[in-house]
Protein backbone atom coordinates (compact mmCIF):
# COMPACT_ATOMS: atom_id res chain seq x y z
CA UNK A 1 0.00 0.00 0.00
CA UNK A 2 1.22 3.63 -0.82
CA UNK A 3 2.28 5.45 2.39
CA UNK A 4 4.08 7.61 4.64
CA UNK A 5 6.29 6.42 7.20
CA UNK A 6 8.12 7.92 9.83
CA UNK A 7 11.04 6.72 11.68
CA UNK A 8 11.60 5.87 14.84
CA UNK A 9 8.15 5.81 16.18
CA UNK A 10 9.84 6.87 19.68
CA UNK A 11 12.97 9.46 19.90
CA UNK A 12 14.40 9.95 22.88
CA UNK A 13 17.12 12.71 23.03
CA UNK A 14 18.93 14.29 25.60
CA UNK A 15 19.06 17.74 26.10
CA UNK A 16 21.12 19.89 23.20
CA UNK A 17 22.06 16.97 21.23
CA UNK A 18 21.43 16.78 17.68
CA UNK A 19 18.63 14.66 16.63
CA UNK A 20 16.74 14.06 13.11
CA UNK A 21 13.63 12.32 12.44
CA UNK A 22 12.86 10.71 9.02
CA UNK A 23 9.94 10.45 6.93
CA UNK A 24 9.61 8.78 3.51
CA UNK A 25 6.41 8.31 1.20
CA UNK A 26 5.72 5.99 -1.67
CA UNK A 27 2.63 8.46 -2.83
CA UNK A 28 4.95 10.16 -4.96
CA UNK A 29 3.47 13.45 -4.35
CA UNK A 30 5.04 16.58 -4.72
CA UNK A 31 4.38 18.65 -1.71
CA UNK A 32 6.07 17.38 2.27
CA UNK A 33 5.05 18.89 5.59
CA UNK A 34 6.30 18.71 9.13
CA UNK A 35 4.49 19.58 11.86
CA UNK A 36 5.52 19.60 15.68
CA UNK A 37 2.44 18.40 18.08
CA UNK A 38 2.21 19.11 21.55
CA UNK A 39 -0.28 17.23 23.89
CA UNK A 40 -4.00 18.30 23.24
CA UNK A 41 -3.02 20.61 20.60
CA UNK A 42 -3.82 21.35 17.08
CA UNK A 43 -1.16 19.85 14.19
CA UNK A 44 1.89 23.26 13.68
CA UNK A 45 3.07 23.59 10.61
CA UNK A 46 6.74 23.89 10.97
CA UNK A 47 7.74 23.82 6.83
CA UNK A 48 7.02 22.00 3.59
CA UNK A 49 9.02 21.31 0.72
CA UNK A 50 7.34 21.86 -2.87
CA UNK A 51 9.26 19.83 -4.65
CA UNK A 52 13.12 20.98 -3.82
CA UNK A 53 11.56 24.06 -3.30
CA UNK A 54 11.82 24.75 0.86
CA UNK A 55 8.91 27.13 2.39
CA UNK A 56 9.64 28.20 6.37
CA UNK A 57 6.77 29.22 8.70
CA UNK A 58 7.72 32.38 9.77
CA UNK A 59 7.81 31.50 13.40
CA UNK A 60 9.37 28.43 13.31
CA UNK A 61 12.61 28.62 15.47
CA UNK A 62 16.02 28.39 13.46
CA UNK A 63 16.65 25.26 15.65
CA UNK A 64 14.97 23.29 13.14
CA UNK A 65 15.76 22.39 9.55
CA UNK A 66 14.91 20.54 6.84
CA UNK A 67 16.04 18.51 4.13
CA UNK A 68 14.93 16.95 1.35
CA UNK A 69 16.92 15.10 -0.95
CA UNK A 70 14.90 13.37 -3.34
CA UNK A 71 11.19 13.35 -3.78
CA UNK A 72 10.30 9.84 -1.48
CA UNK A 73 12.66 11.41 1.38
CA UNK A 74 12.71 14.42 4.23
CA UNK A 75 14.63 14.90 7.32
CA UNK A 76 13.57 17.27 10.02
CA UNK A 77 16.63 18.08 11.79
CA UNK A 78 16.55 19.93 15.23
CA UNK A 79 20.18 21.45 15.86
CA UNK A 80 20.13 22.13 19.53
CA UNK A 81 16.34 20.61 21.14
CA UNK A 82 15.70 21.96 24.34
CA UNK A 83 12.89 20.58 26.85
CA UNK A 84 10.37 22.81 24.88
CA UNK A 85 10.76 20.50 21.70
CA UNK A 86 9.15 17.53 23.40
CA UNK A 87 6.39 16.89 21.30
CA UNK A 88 5.18 14.76 18.35
CA UNK A 89 6.61 15.26 15.25
CA UNK A 90 4.42 14.55 12.11
CA UNK A 91 5.05 13.96 8.04
CA UNK A 92 2.34 14.91 5.64
CA UNK A 93 2.19 14.91 2.21
CA UNK A 94 -0.07 15.85 -0.69
CA UNK A 95 -0.07 16.21 -4.54
CA UNK A 96 -0.41 19.76 -5.05
CA UNK A 97 -0.95 22.65 -3.10
CA UNK A 98 -2.81 24.67 -5.35
CA UNK A 99 -5.98 22.23 -5.24
CA UNK A 100 -7.92 22.64 -2.04
CA UNK A 101 -9.50 19.09 -2.74
CA UNK A 102 -6.66 17.48 -2.11
CA UNK A 103 -5.99 16.10 1.47
CA UNK A 104 -2.83 15.49 3.18
CA UNK A 105 -1.75 12.55 3.96
CA UNK A 106 0.09 11.72 7.64
CA UNK A 107 2.57 9.29 8.75
CA UNK A 108 2.05 7.79 12.19
CA UNK A 109 4.57 10.30 14.31
CA UNK A 110 7.51 9.97 16.07
CA UNK A 111 7.04 11.52 19.14
CA UNK A 112 10.51 12.97 20.63
CA UNK A 113 11.22 13.26 24.33
CA UNK A 114 14.59 15.07 25.86
CA UNK A 115 16.41 14.14 28.46
CA UNK B 1 -7.58 35.26 8.02
CA UNK B 2 -8.98 32.54 7.76
CA UNK B 3 -9.96 30.41 10.79
CA UNK B 4 -11.65 27.23 11.89
CA UNK B 5 -13.13 27.20 15.31
CA UNK B 6 -14.23 23.82 17.68
CA UNK B 7 -16.36 24.52 20.44
CA UNK B 8 -15.72 21.30 22.19
CA UNK B 9 -13.43 19.99 23.43
CA UNK B 10 -14.51 17.00 24.68
CA UNK B 11 -17.52 14.91 24.14
CA UNK B 12 -19.74 11.79 25.20
CA UNK B 13 -21.31 9.28 23.28
CA UNK B 14 -22.60 5.75 23.90
CA UNK B 15 -22.04 3.10 22.05
CA UNK B 16 -24.54 2.75 18.91
CA UNK B 17 -25.28 6.04 19.04
CA UNK B 18 -24.85 8.61 16.70
CA UNK B 19 -23.21 11.87 17.53
CA UNK B 20 -22.14 15.71 15.91
CA UNK B 21 -18.79 17.58 15.76
CA UNK B 22 -19.29 20.96 15.76
CA UNK B 23 -17.22 22.88 13.23
CA UNK B 24 -16.83 26.42 12.20
CA UNK B 25 -14.78 28.68 9.69
CA UNK B 26 -14.25 32.15 8.08
CA UNK B 27 -12.69 32.56 5.23
CA UNK B 28 -12.57 35.13 2.37
CA UNK B 29 -11.33 32.73 -0.14
CA UNK B 30 -14.15 32.04 -2.85
CA UNK B 31 -12.46 28.37 -2.99
CA UNK B 32 -11.53 26.25 -0.17
CA UNK B 33 -12.11 22.57 0.72
CA UNK B 34 -12.98 20.93 4.76
CA UNK B 35 -11.62 18.10 6.16
CA UNK B 36 -12.21 16.29 9.11
CA UNK B 37 -9.15 14.16 10.81
CA UNK B 38 -9.29 11.20 13.36
CA UNK B 39 -6.16 10.98 15.74
CA UNK B 40 -6.58 7.97 18.40
CA UNK B 41 -4.15 7.99 21.22
CA UNK B 42 -1.27 6.49 19.24
CA UNK B 43 -1.17 9.70 17.60
CA UNK B 44 -1.09 8.94 13.84
CA UNK B 45 -3.69 11.19 11.61
CA UNK B 46 -6.16 9.79 9.86
CA UNK B 47 -8.08 11.50 6.94
CA UNK B 48 -12.05 10.82 7.22
CA UNK B 49 -14.33 12.99 4.88
CA UNK B 50 -13.73 15.80 2.55
CA UNK B 51 -16.42 18.45 1.60
CA UNK B 52 -15.59 21.08 -1.26
CA UNK B 53 -16.91 24.66 -1.28
CA UNK B 54 -18.71 24.56 -4.43
CA UNK B 55 -20.63 20.80 -3.56
CA UNK B 56 -23.86 20.65 -4.10
CA UNK B 57 -23.99 17.32 -1.72
CA UNK B 58 -22.69 16.57 1.54
CA UNK B 59 -20.23 14.47 1.77
CA UNK B 60 -20.41 11.20 3.06
CA UNK B 61 -17.95 8.20 3.72
CA UNK B 62 -19.61 5.22 5.40
CA UNK B 63 -20.66 6.00 8.70
CA UNK B 64 -19.23 9.27 8.43
CA UNK B 65 -21.16 12.43 6.80
CA UNK B 66 -20.09 16.36 7.10
CA UNK B 67 -23.44 18.58 7.48
CA UNK B 68 -22.25 21.56 5.66
CA UNK B 69 -24.08 24.77 5.66
CA UNK B 70 -22.09 27.30 3.70
CA UNK B 71 -24.01 30.34 4.32
CA UNK B 72 -23.78 29.19 8.33
CA UNK B 73 -19.95 28.51 7.50
CA UNK B 74 -20.28 25.20 9.36
CA UNK B 75 -19.42 21.90 8.72
CA UNK B 76 -20.05 19.54 11.57
CA UNK B 77 -19.21 15.83 11.56
CA UNK B 78 -21.59 13.14 11.62
CA UNK B 79 -20.85 9.75 12.86
CA UNK B 80 -23.72 7.21 13.13
CA UNK B 81 -23.68 3.98 15.17
CA UNK B 82 -20.27 4.87 17.29
CA UNK B 83 -18.18 2.18 17.63
CA UNK B 84 -15.58 2.01 20.73
CA UNK B 85 -12.79 2.12 18.25
CA UNK B 86 -14.16 5.91 17.46
CA UNK B 87 -13.17 7.49 20.84
CA UNK B 88 -10.39 9.64 19.52
CA UNK B 89 -9.37 13.12 18.97
CA UNK B 90 -11.49 14.67 15.77
CA UNK B 91 -10.03 17.97 13.86
CA UNK B 92 -11.83 19.93 11.66
CA UNK B 93 -9.18 21.76 9.27
CA UNK B 94 -9.55 23.89 6.07
CA UNK B 95 -7.67 24.59 3.40
CA UNK B 96 -7.86 27.77 1.24
CA UNK B 97 -5.62 29.39 -1.26
CA UNK B 98 -2.61 29.36 0.75
CA UNK B 99 -2.55 25.64 -0.06
CA UNK B 100 -1.91 25.27 3.87
CA UNK B 101 -4.13 23.25 6.37
CA UNK B 102 -5.50 25.61 8.66
CA UNK B 103 -6.39 23.26 12.25
CA UNK B 104 -9.33 23.90 14.81
CA UNK B 105 -8.52 23.15 18.42
CA UNK B 106 -9.83 19.51 18.10
CA UNK B 107 -13.20 17.74 19.92
CA UNK B 108 -12.48 14.65 21.82
CA UNK B 109 -14.77 12.17 21.72
CA UNK B 110 -15.29 9.26 23.93
CA UNK B 111 -17.86 6.18 23.06
CA UNK B 112 -18.90 4.62 26.26
CA UNK B 113 -20.04 1.00 26.16
Known amino acids: DAMVIQNPRYQVTQFGKPVTLSCSQT?????MYWYQQKSSQAPKLLFH???????NEADTPDNFQSRRPNTSFCFLDIRSPGLGDAAMYLC??????????????FGDGTRLSIL | AQKITQTQPGMFVQEKEAVTLDCTYDTSDPSYGLFWYKQPSSGEMIFLIY??????QNATEGRYSLNFQKARKSANLVISASQLGDSAMYFC??????????FGQGTTLQVKP
Open chain 1, 92 to 105: ATSSHTGYSNQPQH
Open chain 1, 27 to 31: LNHNV
Open chain 1, 49 to 55: YYDKDFN
Open chain 2, 93 to 102: AMKGNTGKLI
Open chain 2, 51 to 56: QGSYDQ
